[in-house]
C-alpha cells in the first residue's frame, strides 16, 4: 500500500529521471550540430556529388574477368596472412586473457595494468599498426601479419577474458580444496568450460582478418591491397571491379563456413 511519503519520493525520482533524459538530449543534439557545422558537411554538396559517383561505377563495367589469373596468387597470400595472425594471436590471447581476468589472476596490480595495456592496443587502427611495420620491415606481407597478430590479439583477448569472467567457479574451488596447482586448476576447471567459446572467437577473429588483411596492402603490407592500390592509382576501374567482386565472394564464403561452424561451438 503506498504512503504519502512513498508518492512524494516516486515523483521525485521520477522528475530525476526525467531530467537526466533531457540533460542526455540536450547534449547529444549540441554534438550533433557541433559535428555539423565544425565538419563542413552539406547536403546540397552530397547531392551534387551523386552523379560522381554514379560515372565512377559506370566506368567499372563490365569488370575485367581476365585479370583474375593476376590477383589469384595476392588473394591467396591475404587468406596466408589471416591464416597466420589469427593463429599466432590466438595463442598470445589466452595467457593475456587470463591475466586480465578477475576470477583467475585476483591480484588487482596484475589485473588492472594488463586491462590498461589491452585497452591501448585495441585503440591503435590495424592500418595505423600496418603502417607502422612497414616502415620498420620494408613493403611486405611481414608488416601484415604483424598487424592481423596484434588486432587478434586486442579482438580475442577482451572477448575471451569477459567470458572467463563468467564461468562457474564451482569445479575450480573443488579443485582447490583438494590440493590442485593453478596449472591443474585452469587445465581442468577452466579449459573444460571455455574451450568451445575461444574457438569460437578465434573463427570471429579469422572473419575480421580476412576483411582487414585486404586492405592492408593499402599501406604497402601485401596481400590483394596492392593491387587495389594500383588499379585505382592508374584508373583501371574495371578491373578494380574485378577485384572488389572476388574480395566480395572469398569473405562471404568464409564468413558462411565460418559462422557454420561457430554454430556447431557454441
Known amino acids: 500500500m503506498s504512503t504519502p511519503t512513498t508518492n512524494k519520493y516516486n515523483q521525485y525520482l521520477n522528475k530525476k529521471m526525467s531530467l537526466k533524459t533531457s540533460f542526455s538530449v540536450l547534449i547529444v543534439i549540441v554534438l550533433v550540430i557541433w559535428s555539423f557545422l565544425y ?9 551534387i556529388g551523386l552523379p560522381q ?3 565512377f561505377f559506370a566506368q567499372m563495367v ?24 589469427t593463429f599466432l594471436g590466438a595463442i598470445v590471447s589466452i595467457p593475456i586473457s587470463l591475466i586480465c581476468a578477475n576470477n583467475i589472476i585476483k591480484t588487482r596490480w596484475i589485473t588492472i595494468p594488463a586491462r590498461f595495456i589491452l585497452n591501448i592496443v585495441r585503440t591503435i587502427p590495424d592500418l595505423l599498426l600496418a603502417s607502422v611495420f612497414v616502415a620498420i620491415f620494408g613493403i611486405g606481407q ?12 586486442s579482438v580475442i583477448a577482451k572477448l575471451f577474458y569477459e567470458s572467463l569472467e563468467t564461468i562457474d567457479e564451482g569445479p ?12 591443474k ?15 569460437s572467437y578465434v573463427l570471429f577473429a579469422f572473419e575480421i582478418n580476412i576483411r582487414a588483411s585486404a586492405v592492408l596492402g ?12 594500383s588499379t585505382l592509382g592508374l584508373f583501371q576501374y574495371p578491373k578494380t571491379a574485378m577485384i572488389i567482386l572476388f574480395t566480395l565472394v572469398i569473405v562471404v564464403i568464409i564468413d558462411y563456413i565460418s559462422s557454420k561452424v561457430r554454430e556447431h561451438l557454441v
Request: glycine share 12%; proline share 6%.
Open 218 to 229: 593499402l599501406v604497402g603490407a601485401g596481400g590483394i591491397g596492392l593491387f587495389y592500390d
Open 172 to 183: 575450480m574451488e573443488a579443485m582447490t580444496a583438494v590440493g590442485a596447482n593453478k596449472i
Open 39 to 47: 565538419t563542413g558537411f552539406s547536403f546540397g554538396d552530397l547531392l
Open 62 to 85: 563490365p569488370p575485367d574477368w581476365s585479370y583474375i589469373h593476376t590477383v589469384l596468387k595476392p588473394m591467396l597470400d591475404t587468406i596466408r596472412m589471416a591464416i597466420v595472425g
Open 142 to 153: 611481414i608488416p601484415g601479419v604483424l598487424a592481423l597478430f596484434i588486432l587478434t590479439i
Open 53 to 55: 559517383i554514379g560515372n
Open 185 to 199: 586448476w585452469i587445465m581442468f576447471g577452466v579449459v573444460p568450460q571455455t574451450v568451445s567459446i575461444f574457438l
